[in-house]
């Protein structure tokens, strides 16, 4: 209970009016009134925002945590939250909003298109990466904030110790996106 009244505390110093401005724009932009091709477009720019955010952050990320330089991995700890804010939610957003909205025009409206093989592995392993974003990667992001937040030195075995944990649900965050690129694709009969 602590954990998650903390965890809110840290989450209200990166969501701002403007976040949620941009995010409104992204679903008046994805509603299912708008061409195929425009849809397809802005889908393939959240797999891009999603992936691209995770991949760069964690170079990031780990080429300052696990230096030795405290102005360093705070700069890199602050930049990965903006990064899920700016980045990571607008992927998201865009890859559900708008594979629903092509999904229902060319595969049959809900519920038949979860029938369709690549549509239910898209769906399934966008819902994996959102599951361990929120319960793996955000909690210990935000640990991570805490630790660098004060004006001292920061606890270098304890930011390790979220680093690597961060480091290992990171890596399955970004798998599972890049394996759906692959399956989305090619399209394969999965069963
Ligand atoms: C991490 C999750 C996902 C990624 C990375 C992803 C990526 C992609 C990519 C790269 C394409 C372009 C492929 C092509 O045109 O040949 C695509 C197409 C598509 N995706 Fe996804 N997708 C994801 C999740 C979803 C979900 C959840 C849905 C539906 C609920 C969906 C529905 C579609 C549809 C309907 C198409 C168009 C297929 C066609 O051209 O007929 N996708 N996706």
Redesign the pocket.
Known sequence: MTAAINSLQTVRGFVTARAAVAYLVLIAASLPIWPFGWH?AL??L??IA??GNAVVMAVLLSAAGFGPRDDRKRTAVRAVNRGDVWFTVPGVLL??LN??A??SA??GGFPD?LGVD??AA??A??SG?GIVWAARLVPTQLAMQRLTDGPGPVDAAAFRRLLIRWSVWGTIATI??IV??VV??A?PELW
Do not use: D, N
């Open positions: 397809l889908h393939v959240g797999a999603l992936i890859l559900l594979g629903i092509m999904a060319r595969y298109f690549f549509i898209g769906l392993l966008l990466t599972l996106p759906a690129v989305m694709s399209k």
